[in-house]
């Protein structure tokens, strides 16, 4: 069964940083693009980037340019994203999602990953 | 950097048909065939209903269906039914190397 299993839920500081992962079971990491999203409580899906699981290639949105950092280990078929100099708007469920082979869209999501940031 | 335009609920009772509609601009709705929407119920994550435009997933149900004309995307649902209730969200390519959602429309069967 295709599946993504990402990392638990983290509590950081204002200023911190955190990393969550992603890992791929039942089907090879590679060959696709991985997506990062995030979904601040209450509020919608907000796109925040994506990285090429094969050439390591990222993009990300304007928002979070300068602070997000895509990385991915395919030894152990996993997926990384941090996120620095965080702010107390960055509190969210965080997902990732497989871009499916072929078109620009998500067919496989992770369960997501809550992230708090509170002093 | 701002999200599609959705509305912010629709509802219907079951057996009905509603439509949820999308509004987007050239660089993304209009500009390309790379329509998304997607189911989200309470603290589960998104589902993937419809992509490039009208296409169904495999067992998505064909009660599903989408559309475009122009910048606006939309997504029917025939036969409304109880466990449609939840909230949708269009997704769309953007130019350039870019993605964005909709605003969400929470869809409520009465």
């Known amino acids: 069964q295709v599946q993504l299993v990402q990392s638990g839920a983290e509590v950081k500081k204002p200023g911190a940083s955190v990393k969550v992962s992603c890992k791929a079971a039942?089907?090879?990491?590679?060959?696709?693009?991985m997506h990062w999203v995030r979904q601040a409580p209450g509020q919608g899906l907000e796109w925040m980037g994506c990285?090429?699981?094969?050439?390591?290639?990222?993009h990300s949105t304007q928002n979070f340019q300068d602070r997000v950092t895509m990385t991915k280990d395919t030894s152990i078929s996993t997926a990384y994203m941090e996120l620095s100099s965080l702010r107390s708007d960055d509190t969210a469920v965080y997902y990732c999602?497989?871009?499916?082979?072929?078109?620009?869209?998500?067919?496989?999501w992770g369960q997501g990953t809550m992230v708090t940031v509170s002093s | 950097q701002s999200a599609l335009t959705q509305p912010a609920s629709v509802s219907g009772s079951p057996g009905q048909s509603i439509t949820i509609s999308c509004t987007g601009s050239?660089?993304?709705?209009?500009?390309?065939?790379?329509v998304s929407w997607f189911q989200q119920h309470p603290g589960k994550a998104p589902k993937l209903m419809i992509y490039?435009?009208?296409n169904r997933p495999s067992g998505v149900s064909n009660r599903f269906s989408g559309s475009k004309s122009g910048n606006t995307a939309s997504l029917t649902i025939s036969g409304l039914q109880a466990e449609d209730e939840a909230d949708y969200y269009c997704?769309?390519?953007?130019?350039?190397?870019?993605?964005?959602f909709g605003t969400g429309t929470k869809v409520t069967v009465l």
């Open positions: 490039d435009v009208s």
């Open positions: 990285i090429n699981l094969n050439s390591g290639d990222t």
């Open positions: 039942g089907y090879t990491l590679t060959g696709y693009w």
């Open positions: 050239s660089s993304d709705v209009g500009g390309y065939n790379l």
């Open positions: 999602a497989r871009e499916k082979s072929g078109t620009s869209t998500f067919d496989v």
């Open positions: 997704h769309s390519y953007r130019t350039i190397s870019s993605y964005v």
